[in-house]
């Protein structure tokens, strides 16, 4: 039987949060929106520090960057920044040897990130094409002329997200640079937690 191997991916494959990163790159690139809404931006910030693990902050915050833009503007935002963040995203090395390691002797490998889809398949589609890693993530959706989370993968809701994929699922190992992510870690036999600089503690 096949071994279940579980990565968070922010902070663990590499240093930086692309979620984070995209929210300030797209608020330069939408700077007239932002000024506009800048104090219901600024209500979404305090409501999503008081409340980390929950969607509303940050779909505030989405909301309002991205209000009346069009599917093709979007898209060339998204294109733009997946470029820029390859160019400054800092690789922790050795998780990724670790990583590969597993995936090359076919072990299968979890990645569940609170960030959005939308953003790691293109930053990461060289590991997500591989047929033995299953990506679960945020969710994000286009309606009422914006951008908003439909499910947001943190916290207990990471749990409850691989559940819904597969229920009961055990790893044989788990690599993490969060306590946040102890709902996963606890159905890990072997936890690994990744310190900023990228070494495994």
Do not use: W
């Not at 931006?41 to 999503?48: E, K, N, P, R």
Request: glycine content about 4%; some cysteine; overall charge neutral.
């Amino acid at each position: 039987m096949k071994k279940n191997i579980f990565f968070d991916i922010d902070g663990t494959l590499h240093q930086e949060d692309i979620f984070l990163q995209f929210i300030l790159f797209s608020a330069k690139h939408r700077i007239f929106n932002f000024i506009v809404f800048f104090p219901v931006i600024l209500l979404g910030a305090i409501i999503h520090y008081i409340s980390p693990m929950s969607k509303i902050g940050i779909n505030i915050i989405l909301f309002f960057i991205f209000f009346n833009i069009q599917h093709k503007e979007l898209d060339f935002i998204i294109e733009k920044f997946c470029s820029y963040f390859l160019a400054i995203k800092t690789d922790h090395h050795n998780v990724l040897d670790i990583m590969n390691d597993y995936i090359n002797h076919d072990y299968i490998i979890y990645l569940i990130s609170g960030s959005p889809d939308i953003l790691i398949q293109k930053i990461h589609h060289q590991i997500i094409q591989q047929d033995n890693v299953c990506l679960i993530c945020t969710t994000t959706k286009m309606g009422y002329n914006s951008l908003f989370i439909t499910q947001r993968c943190v916290g207990i809701n990471k749990l409850t997200m691989l559940n819904h994929h597969q229920k009961n699922i055990y790893f044989h190992a788990g690599y993490s640079d969060s306590s946040s992510d102890q709902f996963i870690l606890d159905r890990c036999r072997q936890v690994y937690m990744i310190s900023k600089s990228g070494e495994i503690i």
